[in-house]
Every structure is written in structure tokens, then in C-alpha cells.
């Protein structure tokens, strides 16, 4: 969940007249319209924790697939899937697990950067100072520009970059560019010396685990632990 407490005291509803007891979670909600006459009503996820959970699923069904396969067996040199299916599955999954994984480090980043916060840069010259806030920030500042120079100014933190996992993060960065921007050359033939996107997808780390690397890093240095961190099982 993205945000919840305890209350502090008894607290009586003012719209349904209901006594709330001490002690009682109280969490942020969203109440969705299904249609005219219905309504439901879920518990606000924290947008980086659903990524990454959702990345981890399916990386754990891709390692499945190459297990169930023998892909990573030593019998013999030369591996194939048992089908096509398989094959695409095993895809798939790698592929979703990259694309969440990513989705989660930038909702990490967004959320962390203060919200009155101002960002002060030179932009296509040494004379013209722009400043930027949150929105504009979040919307026209490269990931790597967010992780370099917003996050550690605005948190008064050391920057990642030079870090052991920051060649992490630009693997990972660089092979979700190719998923989302694919090129032609990913659809034509290769062989085991002209590597694609595919090659890369087979030889790829744990999504989650880098993406992971690297909003540990910034947790560490606020010396803070968000709630859905807390409860968060992944490494």
C-alpha cells in the first residue's frame, strides 16, 4: 500500500456514523466508477513496489520455462525449446520483467523528488538558466539526469553514478529502450555472432534485483525505509 496509519484515538465516521477504534489501520483509498450503478473501492498500491512485484513474477515464470526446458542444463551444447510456445513464452515473460522492473525505478524516482522542490540547469547554453519544477522535472528530464544530478541535489545525497550497480542500470535502461523502440534488425535472422535483442534476453541479470541496486542506494543514503520497502521481500 502506498500510505497507511494507526489512528491516535477513537474516531466516529461522519459518513457512515461508525466508531473507529484506536489503533485501527487507516489506509488511502481509491474509489473507482465500474459503471453508473457500481462502484469498488481498493487500497492505494505504492506504483514501485506493484512494478517490481509484477517484474518478479515474471521473471520467476521465465526461469520456469528455461528450467522446464533444460535450457540451462550442461548435457548437451547445443539447447531448443520444446515449441514455439514455449520459446515465445519464455520471451514474454523476460520482457515483461525488463519493462517493470524499469517502470518501477522511474515511479521510485518521481516519488522521491520533494514537491517543492526547483531544479536549476543550464540548458543549450552557459547563459540561459532554466528552472525547473516537480512536473516539469518528472516530464522532460532523462532518467539518467534524475539519478546523476535531481535526486542527489534535491536529497542532499552522493550521486550513483560510478557506483558498482550503475553499469546495472544502463543495461538495463539500454535493453528496455530496444523492447519499447524495436528496431528491424531485431525481426530478421541472426546467428550466434550478430547479436539482437533476443540474444540479449536470454544472457540478461534479474531485472528487479538491479533496479532494486539502485533505489536501495538513495534509501540508504536518507537513511529511510519507506512502508511498502519494509514489507517488500525482493532482493
Not at 535450457?71 to 515449441?83: L, N, P, W
Request: charged share 30%; proline share 5%; aromatic share 10%.
Amino acid at each position: 500500500m502506498n500510505a497507511y496509519s494507526q489512528l491516535s484515538k477513537d474516531w466516529v465516521s461522519p459518513w457512515t456514523g461508525e466508531t473507529h477504534k484506536k489503533g485501527e489501520q487507516v489506509t488511502v483509498v481509491s474509489v473507482i466508477k465500474l459503471n453508473p450503478k457500481k462502484k469498488i473501492t481498493i487500497a492505494v498500491p505504492n506504483a514501485t513496489a506493484l512494478f517490481l512485484n509484477a517484474s518478479a513474477r515474471s521473471w520467476k515464470e521465465s526461469r520456469a520455462i528455461r528450467t522446464r526446458n533444460g535450457i540451462d542444463g550442461v548435457v548437451k551444447r547445443d539447447k531448443e525449446f520444446s515449441s514455439q510456445s514455449e520459446a515465445f513464452d519464455y520471451l514474454e515473460s523476460v520482457i515483461e520483467s525488463v519493462i517493470m522492473a524499469f517502470s518501477g525505478l522511474e515511479a521510485f524516482v518521481n516519488e522521491m523528488i520533494p514537491d517543492d522542490y526547483r531544479y536549476e540547469t543550464y540548458q543549450r547554453s552557459e547563459i540561459i538558466l532554466e528552472i525547473m519544477d516537480k512536473a516539469q522535472i518528472e516530464r522532460y528530464l532523462s532518467i539518467n539526469e534524475k539519478l546523476e544530478s535531481v535526486l542527489p541535489d534535491a536529497l542532499k545525497t552522493n550521486s550513483p553514478r560510478g557506483k558498482h550497480f550503475w553499469g546495472d542500470f544502463v543495461k538495463l535502461r539500454k535493453i528496455r529502450d530496444r523492447i519499447i523502440h524495436a528496431k528491424t534488425d531485431d525481426r530478421k535472422s541472426s546467428g550466434p555472432d550478430k547479436p539482437n535483442l533476443w540474444h540479449d534476453l536470454f544472457r540478461i541479470s534479474c531485472p528487479h534485483s538491479q533496479a532494486l541496486k539502485m533505489i536501495d542506494f538513495f534509501l540508504r543514503e536518507t537513511n529511510s525505509q519507506p512502508q511498502w520497502r519494509e514489507a517488500c521481500p525482493l532482493r
